[in-house]
């Protein structure tokens, strides 16, 4: 009688391979796109690549390491930051952030950083440029819980009112007019008033160019409904 043998079993995980430390650390901080910053519970900056400085603030020749979050952005994206580093430190997990900040979207994914010896209270951020498609799947690690933004950085968007983002987003994303109109609940007539208040504010003109402008910043509708940090502020009437 011919017994069935078991089948064989094969190891669905292969362990890692011992990696030089320094060499990852390397490649992650130098992979163009890749914003790459480590900062402690306070919000000093230990290291930020150049990267992360354009993307942060436009210019990589900005000296960042050593100082403070609060040295160089609004009060309330401090706030808002050093409570997302809090949360990653106490809970010993990872949380991604995504939002506006002058005038591009960003994302950005904020992971403990395991010492050996305290004081324990470092993370490192690794940021890089969304689009609005992207943004709507949150992280792009199904793991990673996305957090929720309060404000927005509109850059050279700030000089909009709030209704005219809310028109320039439904124009750029290919309504027309009077479809927008229905969308906001106001006349044709004063949607085509806001498309050439914003002409003229942006130096754009046909609609051509605000889709791309809006494709290229990721805006969404419920952008326009986010606060503004206090430095970036604009008549929201």
Known sequence: MHHRSAPATFRSRIDPPELDPGSIWRALSRTPGVGVSITDAEGRLLFVNDTSKVLFSKSSDIDYEGKRISDFHPPEFVAERLELIARVLREGKPLSLC???????????????????????????????????????????????????????????????????????????????????AVLHRSPKTIERHKDSISKKLKLHGQANLVTLTTSIGLELSDAKLKRFSSDKADKK
């Open 99 to 181: 939002h506006i900040y002058h005038g591009r979207r960003i994302e950005s994914t904020v992971w403990p950083i395991r010492d050996r010896t305290p004081p324990f209270n470092r993370v490192i951020v690794v940021t890089q440029a969304r689009t609005a498609d992207q943004s709507h799947h949150g992280s792009t690690e199904p793991q990673i819980e996305s957090v929720k933004t309060q404000y927005i950085g509109l850059g050279p968007l700030q000089v909009l009112t709030r209704r005219e983002l809310e028109v320039l987003v439904l124009l750029g994303h290919g309504l027309s007019v009077p479809r927008a109109a």
